[in-house]
């Protein structure tokens, strides 16, 4: 991993799982706004709420403007609102994506408000604070989770020590709630098939039934020295049984 990334000790990042939710949303830190999008939440129109922070520094992540937890907000919270309420009846729903939205105390405050706005509340996450994440489950309608890897590979990806088992505490914690998920696993470079083969039936087992493998764009990554895969997407994928899922994707081949 290149020195040149951003380490977890060069920023003060707000990741304990025990400081208490804000009852106000005014606080979010907006670090992105797409209005509208039909690809973000499977079969709804929906608005995209991009939040600042994360905690990780995943070797390919195309976000990295949105890591600094202290970097200006781009647009209030209060112009979302507004406009969601002009939305009303035209949009199905409001994505929060980041960066690692469930970093912010002031979330839980948000989706309340969106879903008294009447939409169906997403979320985009890595799964990276577990018990800020469980809080969050009775407010969600759907979930996109990040799985970058079994437990025991993810440090070289995220930099960050036992960061998988924060993950797949997450993606146990989504299951138990019922809450509709989708896994989603971005292929390192140099992972071989039968590393994502491996990855896949360790999901399948564990109760998965919503896959998409995603292809890794290397050419914004945060880590500059990560090399774009010699192997197509597609070939990588071939060894995973498709049947393992209710829906398997490939997205970026």
Known sequence: ???????????DLPISSDVA???DAGPLRIGGFVPLTTIDYPGELAAVVFLQGCPWRCRYCQNGALIDPSATPVIAWSQISAFLER???????VVF?????????ALPAAMTE???LGFKVGLHTAGSVPKRLARLLPLLDWVALDIKALPEGYPAITGIPQSGEAA???LSLIQASGVQLEVRTTVMPQWTALDLAT???ALAQQGVRRYAVQACETRH?????LSPSAIPLAQLAGAINPASFDRFVLRGH
């Open 1 to 11: 991993m290149s020195r040149q990334m951003p380490f977890p000790s060069d920023l």
């Open 21 to 23: 939710d804000s009852a």
């Open 87 to 93: 939305r009303r009846g035209l949009l199905d729903a």
């Open 97 to 105: 994506s980041g960066g690692e939205p469930t970093l912010q105390s």
């Open 114 to 116: 969106v879903r008294g």
């Open 168 to 170: 797949w505490e997450s």
């Open 199 to 201: 990855l896949a039936a």
């Open 221 to 225: 990554a945060l880590d500059p020295l």
